[in-house]
């Protein structure tokens, strides 16, 4: 491939570029996106939230030009973007609060509002990242306290959101459950960390993961 070539993986988890790189080789970068949006129809996107962002960088933290002049230009136009030589660790903070919005509004069928103003789904909620940031840190991930600050930044969130894969478990599409708290409980066991939550949202929606209408 071109040495001139940069690849963004803005794919979901934590580990699609360690995935892509044999096959394309090190022009892969991360490009984790925070933006609440659905295919409400054909060639149709639905922008759901108040919220949307955008940083990339390659996981070694090298420098490059080439995804510093994207994030200026994107900047220019109006998009919140960001160059980082740390995407790792962004990286994992976007996970740590993707897995906790699409494992509770997914395995309760609630959007936020209800699932944070009832103590019992706030705390699946609360647990979901608290694990995850665990996870994350013994993985050597510097997000201590993450889960704190997410509490807040979903309190100002709209009631009405709802995660991806609600909406694919809804509409009986393929979720992206092995790749969310699959991943989790997978570290969890492999780092000696407890998982109880994710392993509880991962049995709860198992069978419906290839795509089947709950």
Known sequence: MNK???????????????????ILGDVVCAAPTRISAVI?????????????????????GREDARLQSLADEMRA????ATFSTNIRKSLWEKFVFLVGVSGATASTRSPMGPILADPDTR????????????????????????????M????GMGGHIKASMLEDLERGNRLELDWLQGKVVELGKKLGV???????????LKLLRNGQKA
Do not use: W
């Open 40 to 60: 409400s129809a054909p060639g149709v996107i639905a922008h759901k939230g108040s919220f949307a962002n955008f940083r990339c960088g390659f996981l070694d």
């Open 194 to 204: 407890p998982t109880p939550a994710n392993e509880y949202v991962y049995k709860t």
């Open 152 to 155: 807040q930044v979903a309190s």
């Open 123 to 150: 705390a699946l909620f609360e647990n979901l990242m608290r694990e995850t940031e665990a996870v994350g840190v013994k993985s050597g991930v510097e997000i201590e306290g993450e889960v704190t600050k997410l």
């Open 77 to 80: 136009a109006k998009v919140e």
């Open 4 to 22: 001139d070539t940069r690849v963004l993986s803005m794919l979901n988890g934590i580990d699609s570029v360690e995935r892509l790189t044999p």
